[in-house]
């Protein structure tokens, strides 16, 4: 069954600093692969998606992520933050079933920024 | 472009109460999902339909949970006889229904079990 580890629970970055927030997955085959982004009292945004192809994928708001199928990894990447990025992040991996997309997701990172 | 709405947005019963959840997908959307999302976790797939058919319902719950979406377009998500275990947000999804595209998600419905 697929499945996705995002291992570190809570992240503390400086603003301007550069950050990297973690996922491994679980799959067989090829998968697709997604980050999403939850702002307080809100729902989920799409940051971005892998879909086979260049490993490295380009994001909302300067995040990119790159896919690396030795290591079973997605990592999310921001050059510089902002303390707008305060947010909970998601990695998901999808199952095509048919010709529907189910999402399995991690259990999230919590980024906090500090000024 | 209307996004995905959800109502209520906030929700406290009792335990064997029931309560229900009401999602509008953005128009032309075909599929919807239903996710529960535990404090502190990722959301979990319950339900998803095509139309007004249901794919796949067996990630839900228990028989207190039932999700229905008659036309089409709106659903509605519900929950007999509530526990404290139901406590979570509820969050709906939609995408216009080919296996690659993009899950747009509403805001939630928040539920607090007493």
């Known amino acids: 069954a697929q499945s996705v580890t995002q291992p570190d629970a809570r992240v503390t970055v400086s603003e301007g600093a550069s950050l990297q927030l973690r996922c491994k997955y679980s799959y067989f085959g090829t998968p697709y692969l997604f980050w999403y982004v939850q702002y307080p009292r809100q729902g989920l945004q799409l940051l971005l998606k892998y879909y086979p192809g260049d490993p490295v994928v380009q994001g909302v708001n300067g995040f990119e992520a790159e896919f690396s199928k030795s290591n079973s990894s997605f990592h999310l990447r921001k050059a510089s933050v902002h303390w707008s990025d305060w947010a909970v992040y998601f990695c998901a991996v999808s199952m095509l079933s048919g010709s529907f997309n189910k999402l399995t997701f991690g259990a999230g990172t919590r980024l906090a920024v500090c000024p | 472009e209307a996004g995905v709405t959800q109502s209520p947005r906030y929700a406290v019963l009792q335990e064997g109460q029931a309560v229900s959840f009401w999602c509008d997908p953005i128009s032309g959307h075909d599929t919807l999902y239903w996710y529960q999302q535990p404090r502190d976790q990722g959301p979990q797939l319950l339900v998803y339909?095509?139309?007004?058919?249901?794919?796949?319902n067996s990630q839900l719950p228990s028989d207190r949970f039932s999700a229905v979406r008659p036309k089409g377009t709106n659903s509605t998500l519900k929950i007999q006889s509530a526990k404290q275990g139901d406590t979570a947000t509820y969050l709906c999804?939609?995408?216009?229904?080919?296996?690659?595209?993009?899950?747009?998600f509403g805001p939630g419905t928040r539920l607090l079990v007493l």
């Open positions: 339909f095509r139309d007004e058919a249901v794919i796949d």
């Open positions: 999804a939609s995408s216009p229904g080919t296996g690659k595209d993009t899950q747009y």
